[in-house]
T-cell receptor, first 114, second 112 residues
Framework: AQSVTQLGSHVSVSEGALVLLRCNYS??????LFWYVQYPNQGLQLLLK??????LVKGINGFEAEFKKSETSFHLTKPSAHMSDAAEYFC????????????FGAGTQVVVTP | EAQVTQNPRYLITVTGKKLTVTCSQN?????MSWYRQDPGLGLRQIYY???????DKGDVPEGYKVSRKEKRNFPLILESPSPNQTSLYFC???????????FGPGTRLTVL
């Protein structure tokens, strides 16, 4: 069965510093990959997705992620953190034959300090 | 405005009292799904539906029922809620499978 591992349940980053959130997946074939963000008391919002096109994917709010097949990774980055980036981030995977079923990681809570 | 709505947003109930959480989308999406979110576990899929009258189990279906009689609605039914079903529930929909899923605002359920 597909699994998704997010390294670090909590990440603290200074305003203006690099944001790096790690995601590794287990799959024998390249899946569809997603990053979602959840702001307090809200639903999930799609940040970006990889669907076998370019390996470097740009998303909203200055985030991007790189698909590395050899490392089975899909890490999320943002060069300069803003206070508004404080939220919980989820990596999710969907296999091409799984009828859209998303397998989520446990999530990473990002705290941004002034 | 394109959206997924859920009702109620908050619900406190007692063990064994049947309840329904409604989900509706106005985007004409074929695919709909229910997830529960628990701390440290991320989101886990309960049930999904690929179209009207087509539903299937996700990873954690025990204790839940769903129905899809209309394309826009996908209610989640707890026939006999138990305390271990205390959780945050999300409904989601998408136009095609493996495409972006749009999430509702969530329903926080507490079963005493």
């Amino acid at each position: 069965a597909q699994s998704v591992t997010q390294l670090g349940s909590h990440v603290s980053v200074s305003e203006g510093a690099l944001v790096l959130l790690r995601c590794n997946y287990s799959s024998s074939v390249p899946p569809y990959l997603f990053w979602y963000v959840q702001y307090p008391n809200q639903g999930l919002q799609l940040l970006l997705k990889y669907t076998s096109a370019a390996t470097l994917v740009k998303g909203i709010n200055g985030f991007e992620a790189e698909f590395k097949k050899s490392e089975t990774s899909f890490h999320l980055t943002k060069p300069s953190a803003h206070m508004s980036d404080a939220a919980e981030y989820f990596c999710a995977v969907s296999e091409t034959d799984s009828w859209g079923k998303l397998q989520f990681g446990a999530g990473t809570q990002v705290v941004v300090t002034p | 405005e394109a959206q997924v709505t859920q009702n109620p947003r908050y619900l406190i109930t007692v063990t064994g009292k049947k309840l329904t959480v409604t989900c509706s989308q106005n985007m004409n999406h074929e695919y709909m799904s229910w997830y529960r979110q628990d701390p440290g576990l991320g989101l886990r899929q309960i049930y999904y539906s690929m179209n009207v009258e087509v539903t299937d189990k996700g990873d954690v279906p025990e204790g839940y029922k769903v129905s899809r009689k209309e394309k826009r609605n996908f209610p989640l039914i707890l026939e006999s809620p138990s305390p271990n079903q205390t959780s945050l529930y999300f409904c989601a929909s998408s136009l095609f499978t493996n495409n972006e899923q749009f999430f509702g605002p969530g329903t926080r359920l507490t079963v005493l």
